[in-house]
């Protein structure tokens, strides 16, 4: 029998966290899925522990290969996935047990492309619900779909740039499920993030809801989204962002011209830009950046005279902003790297303190 869910997990050096996950997808109440877990090149013992659960229960599949990055091993995943979706799970996280059963019969009911869910933030001392301020269920058919979901991946128009913070609140895939058709019959993949740097899974989801003919947001949190991990890539600095950032930008516009797109969908990018300098600059300044001082605001004032943000920064509304975050992108737009640098400073202690 087909499984009605495929859920994939790229797993990269997580013995800490992997069995809590893995126990998680076992305990589902939708009996008939397949957990594809794709071992990719880890040196500690998360391939011992695969193993001994797959001994456990069939319906896991333990791919071991060599390391090639986690969206390569999200490719392999959809490419064996027989579900008739496909749903995505990190391995330092964690679902509530009737997540892909409200998911999958929600799809079915409603006949629906993409099922997204909202999700709980989990800190290891405490939990917080990400409030996406909605009905119990929004649905989007046909065009709506692009107008609200897609183009709202791209970027924030008018009223939404007050939010900041929402800006990839909506990318991630390990929310959602997707017919499987949809993605296999387009073709769409995670790019390779030594290219993009990161932002993979809104990219996806980008092309995703192009392609797709409905979308519903169920506002139930049945993910828990971990982020006490340390040894989390999203934590690490990255010297090269500014150049792979400057890539995804492009690759988006590209996207953008080759689908023909209207005028809203390049104003939400140009946004995208100048909202995606705080994380440029958070970048910047993180603790894994051994770097003076002096040499990060050197940094930062290097890639606010970048050629594409200064160009987006004209068009950008500052007065849609809340004070704080009008004040901060003051002095990115008129490029005053050392006001920036000390409001990253506060910006981070803040983020440590009130999250």
Known sequence: MRPKVSIIVPIYNMEMYLSRCLESLLAQTLYNIEIIVINDGSNDLSIKILREFELKDARI???DRP??????????????????????????????PIMYEEMYNNAITENTDIVMCSYIREFGSHS????????????????????????????????????????????????KLYRTNLIVENNIKFLDLEK??????????????????????INSPFYHYWRANSTSVTSRFKPKL????????????????????????????????????LGL??????????????????????????????????????????????VFYFCAKNRFATGFYFMLICIEFLRKVIR
Not at 140 to 149: G, P, S
Not at 150 to 170: K, Q, S, T, V, Y
Not at 204 to 211: K, P, R
Not at 248 to 253: N, P, R, T
């Open 61 to 63: 599949k333990v791919i």
């Open 67 to 96: 390391n090639d990055g986690v969206s390569s091993a999200r490719n392999e995943g959809i490419r064996i996935a027989t579900g008739e979706y496909i749903g995505f799970v990190d391995p330092d996280d964690w679902i509530n």
């Open 128 to 175: 917080k619900i990400k409030d996406f301020n909605l009905p119990n269920k929004v649905r989007y058919i046909n065009e709506d779909v692009k107008i609200n979901i897609m183009r709202r991946l791209i970027g924030p128009i008018n009223h939404e740039i007050a939010n900041p913070e929402f800006l990839d609140a909506w990318g991630t895939v390990w929310s």
């Open 196 to 217: 993009i740097g990161t932002n993979e899974d809104t990219l996806f989801n980008i092309e995703a809801s192009y392609y797709a003919k409905s979308f519903l947001f």
């Open 242 to 277: 500014i150049n792979q950032w400057m890539y995804l930008f492009g690759y988006i516009e590209d996207f953008l011209k080759d689908k023909n797109m209207n005028n809203d969908y390049y104003l939400a990018l140009n946004n995208r830009i100048c909202l995606n300098t």
């Open 281 to 326: 600059g958070l970048n910047t300044i993180t603790k894994d950046n051994d770097s003076s001082g002096f040499e990060k605001i050197r940094r930062i004032r290097m890639f606010l005279k970048e050629k594409r943000i200064k160009h987006s920064f004209k068009e950008f509304d500052l007065s849609q902003l809340p004070i704080i975050w009008r």
